[in-house]
């Protein structure tokens, strides 16, 4: 029996609702035990990520380890899963994020059973969305994970959770309405919900039920919303802030990026000439994102909602990359994705030690930690010039790639402009970032922090982690990008 025999996408996406449905519904489980459980399945999971990564063709170009069954034939709809380069990498993370999230989430006390059942549900509704081949299987997969991050906010959260956990909900149905929408006019005009089929269609050759540039702007904005992209981008503060740690890392590192991919895989392969045409319009948007997130960011005084800022801005790089429309530009547009997935994962698991630690958010109020929590205070500076894009980062790769990629395309007008416009980012990021850093860790120390304690066993375990990956996939960014420039190549891209 060959390994692709096994299923192992169905395996690797509803091993974590396996485990949710064991920690909800055996009586008697200890919080030791559904998190031990919790462990054990989002491992399985990961492990089998691992394993798809490991054995993934690097020199094909098409999906592999695909699955189709058909499942509501009457309107052709099938059970179509698959990964290609540029899903598979964002499945990888998501395990490893939904791993890491159980361990960070080991001191939840609260409801336990509850919680971590919703935490699997939601790993597990990001995972089918990103191997997804049919359009009502992504969008139903993208519908469940609306309800876990609800409830993971409004009940786990704090400070105004319950307002931030329905604006959530509010802007994410906006969107997904705009998809619908589009998935709609998109079967009656092409009587197929494949996206393997669509990619390779002229649909010029059909009847558009709308204007096809009307199904593009509903696709665009229902995944804009969820990138976030500006103005859109209004509820990410709020959820961010009032999240709790494990939450926000999954929402910054993965869920976010369900908006990037969608773009790619829909908005640019399915509508490569409408692509093409509002191009321009977008990158403007893109680069606004940068400019008026890292702008924000500045202004902060909450270090969450700071880090949450900072995510508006740097979603900013991967918009530019996807709509510069070039190998290069996309192909940094992913690695962006993955980069800014553990990046900010690790910033918020940060910011979620500090305030743990001191009950303490607000950064006048923080300073000279660094004699207190010296291990937190450096992997929170290694986080912090990750993101800044040092050398040496998955950060710096990423949005090398990025810049060049969209400076040497030929398919924007004017993209040098806006590309050296994005550019200015960087420099209003390492401006916030290092001076978040002095503040908080090397200013005088201050005598009430006396006694706070560093990261123990456990933390230090998770938060290397999220260390190694960026560094090896800065200093060896081809771990990715050969697994993503395989996906790259079969895009529509001049």
């Avoid at 558009?208 to 503060?237: C, N």
Wanted: proline letters at 4%.
């Amino acid at each position: 029996m060959e390994f692709a025999d096994l299923h192992p996408l169905s395996l690797l996406i509803f091993l974590p609702v396996v485990g949710a449905l064991l920690v909800a519904f055996i009586p008697g489980l200890g919080a030791g035990t559904i998190k031990r459980l919790a462990v054990c399945f989002t491992f399985a999971s990961f492990a089998l990520s691992l394993a798809l990564f490991a054995l993934f063709d690097r020199g094909d170009s098409g999906f592999q380890f695909v699955e189709k069954v058909s499942w509501i034939p009457q309107i052709n709809v099938q059970y179509h899963l698959g990964v290609d380069g540029l899903n598979l990498p964002m499945v990888v993370l998501t395990t490893l994020l939904g791993f890491l999230a159980v361990l960070i989430s080991w001191k939840v006390e609260l409801r336990p059973r509850e919680y971590f059942a919703w935490l699997l549900i939601l790993e597990s509704s990001i995972l089918g969305v990103f191997c997804s081949l049919d359009l009502l299987l992504f969008f139903l997969f993208w519908e469940i994970e609306v309800v876990p991050m609800y409830f993971l906010i409004s009940i786990w959260g704090g400070g105004r959770r319950a307002y931030s956990a329905m604006k959530y909900v509010i802007y994410t149905i906006m969107g997904s309405a705009m998809m619908l929408a589009g998935i709609l006019t998109l079967y009656a005009t092409a009587g197929s919900l494949d996206m393997t089929v669509l990619a390779g269609t002229d649909l010029g050759q059909f009847v558009a039920v709308i204007p096809l540039a009307a199904t593009f702007w509903l696709f665009l904005l229902g995944f804009a919303v969820k990138l976030p992209v500006f103005p859109l981008h209004t509820w990410l503060p709020d959820a961010h802030t009032d999240a709790p740690t494990a939450v926000s890392v999954m929402l910054a590192g993965s869920l976010l990026k369900m908006g990037g991919y969608g773009m790619i895989r829909i908005c640019v392969s399915v509508f490569p000439d409408i692509a093409r045409e509002y191009a321009p319009i977008i990158v403007v948007f893109a680069v606004i994102g940068v400019l008026y997130g890292a702008v924000l960011t500045l202004r902060q005084t909450d270090l969450k909602r700071l880090i949450a800022y900072s995510s508006i801005s740097h979603m900013g790089y991967v918009l530019l990359g996807i709509f510069a429309l070039s190998n290069l530009s996309v192909a940094g547009a992913a690695l962006q994705m993955f980069s800014h997935g553990m990046v900010t994962g690790l910033l918020f698991v940060m910011v979620g030690l500090v305030y743990d630690k001191t009950r303490v958010r607000d950064i006048p109020a923080l300073g000279g930690l660094a004699r207190q929590m010296p291990i937190i205070a450096v992997v929170f500076s290694i986080a912090g010039l990750a993101a800044l894009g040092l050398p040496g980062t998955s950060g710096f790769a990423a949005e090398f790639l990025v810049f060049l990629g969209s400076f040497s395309s030929l398919t924007v007008a004017g993209i040098r402009v806006y590309t050296l416009l994005g550019v200015v980012g960087i420099v209003v990021t390492a401006g916030y970032i290092l001076w978040m850093l002095e503040r908080v860790f090397y200013r005088e120390a201050k005598p009430r922090y006396d006694g706070v304690k560093d990261a123990d066993t456990l933390e230090l375990a998770y938060i290397s982690v999220f260390v190694v990956v960026i560094m090896l996939v800065g200093i060896y960014p081809r771990i990715l990008t050969d697994v993503i420039s395989a996906g790259v190549k079969a895009l529509p891209l001049t």
